[in-house]
C-alpha cells in the first residue's frame, strides 16, 4: 500500500521502546490533535464571534445557546484549550524527565517552550473574549500587571489593551490577537517545531551502537496508534463537554472594574497566589519571566544528557535539571492548591 | 496494535457523538420573540410560554419581557438568564422601579399627560411612611409636632405645590434617636410600606413597589407554579388590606399584634362594633371610592394620610344644596377613557357625564343617569350599585355640616 499524507508526516519507522505510551505519554501527539481540534472550532465560533464590547457577550450567548451546535463547539474548543495547556506541560515536562532536551535538540526544546507560552497567552485572550462578569477581574488584574513593568509597562499595556485603560478597544485588541497576533507566529512555530522533530532524528534515541534494544515500530502502526488516541480523546472532549459546557456569566456593566468573580483562570492561579504576597512586578512578573528563562535557557548551561541515556526516564547524567523541572512543577501546583483554598 | 482496538475507539467516539447528538435535540427549541417596542430579539418564551399575559396594557408581542425585568435575553439557562433580572422576580421594586416602568413614554412622563407614576408613587406616603414615623417621633417626645422630617429613605421635593407639602424628608435612623421605643417600632413596625417586603405570612402576601398594589397575589393557587404575573387596576380590597386592617399596633411594647384569623366575612371580621362605617366601606372595594391621587401621591412630600386623602360621601352624593360635581366627556383624550380601557368594567362614550372629584379627578367608573341618580361600576367586581345625590333627599343634617363624619351619625351601619 502506498503510504498516505499521513503516513509520510511520519519517519517510516521509529524505535519501538520510545515509541510506546509509558514513554511518551502521548502529550506532543495529543497536543498536536487537540491544536487541530481547538483550531476548527475556534474557526467555526469566528463566524457569530463579534468583537465588540457591547455584543461580545451577547454574541457568545447566541453561540452558546441559540446556533445549533454552537454550545457544543463552544464546550469543544474550551475543553480542548484546556486540555492544550495541560498535555503541552506534560510534553515539557517529559521532554525533561527523558533528558529529551539535550544538545541538539536544545533548539526545538526553545520552540517548544514558546508553544507552551503561545498555548497559554491564547488561552488568556480566549477566556477574555468572553467579555462576561466571569473575567472581569482577571482582565483588570492581568493587564495591570503590565503596567508595573519598568520603562516598558506602560507602552506593553497600550499594546495589548488598544488603550491607556481598559475600554472600548480593548476587546477587538484581544481579539485581534487572539485569531492573529498569536495565531499566525504559532503556526510558523507549531510547524517548525514538527519538522525540527524530523530534523533532529526523531525521538531521543542512543545511538545505533548504543542502544540495547534494535526493535522498531512502522509508521502505519504508529498512526494506527495516533488515530486510537484522537478517538479516544475526541470522546474525552465530547463527554467533557457535555457535562460540564464552557463557562459564562452575565456581561460586563463596567469594564474598569475589578468585580465579579475574583479568580483567576485556572493556569494563572498559581501566579494569583504568588501576587497574594508582595510585590506584583517581581512575583507576577520577574518570577513566571525567571522560571521560563530558566527552563529555556537550562539545557544550553547545564552539562546535558549523555547520548547513552536517551530515550528513558530519569537518565542518570542531567539529574540537574530534571531536579529543577520537578521542583518548579510541584511549585507551580501546590501554589494552584494554595490559591483553590479559601482565602482565610 | 490490533485493529480491533481502532474499532473499540471507534465506537467510543461514536458513543459520544451520538450522545452529543441526542443532547442537542432533546434540548427545547428556541421560541424567538422580537417585540415591536425594542427589536431586539429575546428568547425569554423559550421556558415562559406559559405565563399569563401581565396586562393588556402590556402585550408581550410589543413589550417583550426584558424591557421591563432586564435578565440576559439570549441566554437559554435559567441562572444565567436571570441573573441580571432587575428586583428579581418584581421589577416594580422602588430601587429599580425608574429602569424597569420608566422612561418619558411610559411612567415617568410629565405630569400634564398624567404619566409620572413613579415620581409621584415614591414620594408618596405610603412610600416614605412619613406619616407614621412623624406620629411615632411625635409621640415619643423626639419631634416638636406631627410635621414629616423623616422618611424611609432620604428625599427632597424641590417644587413644593400643596399647602400641606414639606421640601425633604431625611433617612429615618432609629439609633440616633436614642429612644428604646422607637428603636422597637423601627424592628417591628416597618413593613408596611411601599419599599419594604412584607412580614410573614399569607395574610400579608404582597410585593414591593409598584407590584406591592397592582399585582394581587390571591389566590397564588390558581396559577400552576404559583406565581402571578399581573399588573391590573382592579386591586380588590383584600390586596389593600394585605398592609391596611391586618392587625394593631401595640403602643405599650411597641410591637405590630398580627391578627390571628383568617377573615371571610368582609363586614363581619373587618369592621368592629365601635367603629363609625357605612355600608359603602364594606360593599365597595376601596380602589372604588379612593382615587389615584390619594393612592400614589400628588408628588409632594407630606406629613399625614389626612394631607393626601380627600375623597368624602359629597364626592358622590352631593350636599344638601349642590349636586356632586361631575364632567361631560368631550374629549376622546380625557384621562377617564385611558383608565376605562385598562379596566374594562364600563364602556364610556363620548358624550357621557361622570362624576368627579373636588381636585378634578374624573371617577371614570360613575355615570350619571337620565334620572339624575347616579351609577357606579365596582373596579374589581364588576357589580353595578345605584344611588341617588343627597340634594332633594330627606336628609335633616345641618347645611354646614356635610363632611363625612356629620353622614356617619345617621348612616353607620350598626354590629
Not at chain 2, 222 to 240: E, K
Request: net charge neutral; glycine share 8%; aromatic share 8%.
Amino acid at each position: 500500500m502506498r503510504p498516505s499524507f499521513f503516513h509520510h508526516l511520519h519517519p517510516p519507522t521509529i524505535p519501538a521502546p520510545q515509541a510506546r505510551l509509558s514513554y511518551t505519554l502521548g502529550a506532543g501527539g495529543m497536543s498536536v490533535f487537540l491544536s487541530l481540534v481547538v483550531g476548527f472550532t475556534g474557526i467555526l465560533e469566528a463566524f457569530y464571534y463579534v468583537p465588540t464590547p457591547e455584543k461580545a457577550a451577547a454574541s457568545v450567548q447566541t453561540i452558546s445557546y441559540l446556533v445549533p451546535f454552537g454550545g457544543l463547539v463552544r464546550s469543544l474548543h474550551y475543553w480542548s484549550a484546556q486540555l492544550l495547556v495541560t498535555m503541552v506541560a506534560v510534553h515539557m515536562l517529559r521532554v525533561f524527565l527523558t533528558g529529551a532536551y539535550a544538545s541538539r535538540r536544545r533548539f526545538n526544546h526553545l520552540l517548544g517552550m514558546s508553544l507552551l507560552v503561545g498555548a497559554i497567552l491564547l488561552n488568556f485572550t480566549g477566556y477574555v473574549l468572553r467579555w462576561d462578569q466571569g473575567i472581569q477581574w482577571a482582565l483588570v488584574v492581568g493587564t495591570n500587571l503590565l503596567k508595573t513593568i519598568p520603562a516598558i509597562g506602560t507602552s506593553l499595556y497600550v499594546a495589548v489593551t488598544g488603550s491607556t485603560e481598559l475600554g472600548p478597544l480593548t476587546v477587538l485588541r484581544f481579539y485581534i490577537w487572539h485569531v492573529f497576533g498569536f495565531v499566525l507566529p504559532i503556526v510558523v512555530i507549531f510547524v517548525w517545531h514538527l519538522f525540527r522533530v524530523r530534523r533532529d532524528g526523531g525521538i531521543a534515541v542512543p545511538p545505533p551502537a548504543l542502544r540495547t534494544q534494535h526493535e522498531r515500530i512502522s509508521r502505519s502502526v504508529l498512526v494506527r496508534r495516533e488515530v486510537l488516541a484522537a478517538f479516544l480523546t475526541g470522546a474525552l472532549l465530547l463527554t467533557l463537554s457535555l457535562i460540564w459546557p464552557a463557562p459564562i456569566a452575565a456581561p460586563m456593566t463596567d469594564v474598569q472594574a475589578a468585580t465579579g468573580d475574583a479568580r483567576a483562570p485556572w493556569f494563572f492561579l498559581w501566579v494569583q497566589q504568588l501576587l497574594r504576597w508582595g510585590d506584583p512586578f517581581i512575583l507576577g512578573v520577574l518570577v513566571p519571566l525567571a522560571i521560563l528563562a530558566i527552563l529555556g535557557v537550562g539545557p544550553y548551561i547545564v552539562r546535558g544528557t549523555e547520548p547513552a541515556d536517551l530515550g528513558r526516564w530519569f537518565p542518570p547524567s542531567g539529574r540537574s535539571l530534571q531536579a529543577v523541572a520537578i521542583l518548579l512543577a510541584l511549585g507551580v501546583v501546590a501554589l494552584t492548591i494554595l490559591a483553590l483554598l479559601p482565602v482565610p | 496494535m490490533k485493529s480491533i482496538w481502532l474499532v473499540v475507539g471507534a465506537i467510543v467516539l461514536l458513543s459520544a457523538v451520538i450522545a452529543a447528538g441526542i443532547v442537542e435535540t432533546v434540548k427545547p427549541r428556541p421560541v424567538e420573540l422580537i417585540p415591536t417596542l425594542t427589536q431586539q430579539p429575546e428568547y425569554c418564551l423559550t421556558c415562559h410560554a406559559e405565563l399569563e399575559e401581565i396586562s393588556a396594557a402590556h402585550p408581550v408581542k410589543t413589550f417583550g419581557c426584558v424591557v421591563c425585568h432586564g435578565g440576559e435575553r439570549l441566554a437559554l439557562d435559567g441562572d444565567l438568564a436571570h441573573s441580571t433580572m432587575r428586583g428579581g422576580a418584581n421589577p416594580s421594586d422602588f430601587s429599580v422601579v425608574e429602569q424597569s416602568c420608566g422612561s418619558e413614554q411610559c411612567h415617568s412622563g410629565s405630569a400634564q399627560d398624567r404619566r409620572d407614576h413613579i415620581q409621584r408613587a415614591t414620594t408618596s406616603i405610603q412610600a416614605t411612611y412619613a406619616g407614621a414615623l412623624a406620629n411615632i417621633l411625635y409621640t415619643f417626645g423626639a419631634e416638636p409636632d406631627l410635621t414629616a422630617r423623616y422618611g424611609i429613605s432620604e428625599v427632597k421635593d424641590a417644587q413644593v405645590q400643596t399647602v400641606t407639602g414639606v421640601p425633604g424628608l431625611l433617612t429615618f435612623e432609629a439609633a440616633s434617636f436614642n429612644n428604646p421605643f422607637i428603636e422597637q417600632f423601627s424592628q417591628n413596625c416597618t413593613t408596611c410600606h411601599l419599599n419594604a417586603m412584607p412580614a410573614a405570612g399569607e395574610e400579608y402576601d404582597r410585593f414591593s413597589g409598584c407590584s406591592a398594589c397592582h399585582t394581587p397575589l390571591k389566590p397564588r393557587e390558581t396559577t400552576a407554579d404559583g406565581n402571578i404575573h399581573r399588573l391590573t387596576t382592579a386591586m380588590p380590597y383584600t390586596q389593600c388590606n394585605t398592609c391596611h386592617n391586618r392587625g394593631n399596633y401595640d403602643l405599650r411594647t411597641m410591637t405590630f399584634v398580627p391578627r390571628s384569623d383568617h377573615p371571610t366575612d368582609r363586614l363581619r371580621d373587618y369592621y368592629q362594633p365601635i367603629a363609625q362605617f357605612v355600608k359603602c366601606e364594606y360593599t365597595l372595594d376601596c380602589v372604588d371610592c379612593h382615587t389615584r391621587i390619594e393612592a400614589m401621591g400628588d408628588g409632594d412630600l407630606h406629613s399625614s394620610k389626612k394631607d393626601i386623602q380627600y375623597i368624602q360621601c359629597k364626592t358622590c352624593h352631593g350636599t344638601l344644596t349642590e349636586l356632586p360635581r361631575t364632567t361631560r366627556l368631550n374629549d376622546e383624550n380625557d384621562i377617564a377613557f385611558r383608565m376605562a380601557q385598562l379596566n374594562p368594567v364600563v364602556e364610556l362614550k363620548l358624550g357621557d357625564e361622570i362624576l368627579m372629584t373636588a381636585k378634578g379627578e374624573p371617577l371614570w367608573n360613575t355615570r350619571v343617569q337620565p334620572d339624575g341618580t347616579f351609577e357606579l361600576v365596582g373596579k374589581a367586581t364588576g357589580q353595578t350599585f345605584r344611588f341617588r345625590p343627597v340634594m332633594g333627599s330627606g336628609c335633616k343634617q345641618n347645611i354646614d355640616q356635610q363632611a363625612s363624619q356629620y353622614c356617619h351619625e345617621c348612616h353607620s351601619v350598626e354590629r
